[in-house]
């Protein structure tokens, strides 16, 4: 298992290493169609290349014409079967925390929680990986309030590090009549204003947490980014006076996600490469925007 699992992985590092060869090519490619197009004259640089490209050019057809990347890869068996994740905890958690993932647990379906015991990263992930797992999330904490989410999707990656903010669970909430029971039923998904290529980064990581609903469902789980502060939102809604009138229920639990990481690998691996990390002393760091409006 072990010589496998690093064999897949030479061959998706060898086919991430061709990505910059293949959109080198799929430029002149485009600047040829585009002088054919407008009846220009081929560029000087490309004209010793023109016939095989040409040539290259009338075989290729819409989908094989643009060059896929290592995020084609990643997610590439996603529509293939249900995602199957796994939660844990950092070393020694507290009472808090564990309440915090046993509701996680509800909110993502077809997720399993285990203790972390004495366990160790590299030995969780491989495990994982034995059991055909699509993710792992880790939650950890700072004194008892939990303050950081990290999800690796399997065998490869993307990690997404996140930063967790105004925790509110189902546990905390007294009126216990007034929330409700926590449905189990796959949910609908809201992303809103995830409208840069960052964005949309973040986004795909985090749909590909949820399985696709039925159409009937009545469980809504909103992720809406201001100002690069993603709010998790969860609720239910109810048509009591007919298709017009909808009540929505928020069930909980609740709390804001800040992106700060993107590495191209495992929570594991120390060597891979980062892809996306935030800079928050930078002059420009305060007003620019990374994820969407």
């Not at 699992?5 to 169609?33: C, D, Q």
């Not at 992106?259 to 002059?283: C, F, H």
Request: aromatic letters at 8%; a positive charge; one cysteine or more.
């Amino acid at each position: 298992m072990l010589r496998r699992n690093i064999r897949l992985r030479r061959e998706y590092l060898y086919r991430k290493s061709l990505e910059g060869k293949e959109r080198l090519l799929y430029e002149k490619k485009r600047k040829i169609k585009e002088a054919l197009a407008e009846g220009k004259p081929i560029p000087t640089e490309l004209r010793n290349e023109e016939a095989a490209l040409r040539q290259e050019i009338d075989l290729e057809d819409e989908i094989t014409a643009i060059p896929k990347t290592h995020i084609d890869d990643e997610y590439a068996n996603a529509t293939e079967r249900d995602p199957k994740i796994l939660l844990t905890t950092s070393r020694n958690p507290s009472a808090p925390l564990i309440q915090f993932v046993k509701e996680l647990k509800f909110v993502f379906p077809n997720a399993e929680r285990i203790n972390r015991g004495g366990q160790v990263i590299s030995e969780i992930i491989e495990s994982c990986r034995a059991h055909d797992y699509t993710d792992i999330i880790l939650v950890h904490e700072h004194r008892g309030v939990p303050d950081g989410l990290i999800i690796s999707h399997l065998p490869f990656g993307p990690t997404a590090y996140f930063g967790l903010l105004n925790v509110v669970t189902r546990h905390d909430i007294k009126d216990k009549k007034a929330i409700g029971t926590m449905p189990e039923a796959y949910p609908h998904l809201i992303l809103n204003n995830f409208k840069t290529k960052l964005g949309e980064r973040t986004a795909n990581i985090l749909k590909h947490l949820f399985p696709m609903p039925k159409p009937d469902t009545k469980r809504i789980i909103t992720f809406a980014n201001q100002s690069d502060y993603i709010s998790f939102r969860h609720h239910i809604y109810e048509k009591h006076g007919g298709p017009k009138s909808v009540e929505l229920k928020e069930i909980g639990p609740r709390f804001e996600m800040r992106l700060y990481q993107i590495k191209l690998g495992t929570m594991d691996q120390s060597e891979a490469q980062i892809e996306w990390v935030i800079r928050p002393y930078m002059n420009t760091s305060k007003k620019r925007k990374f994820l969407g409006d």
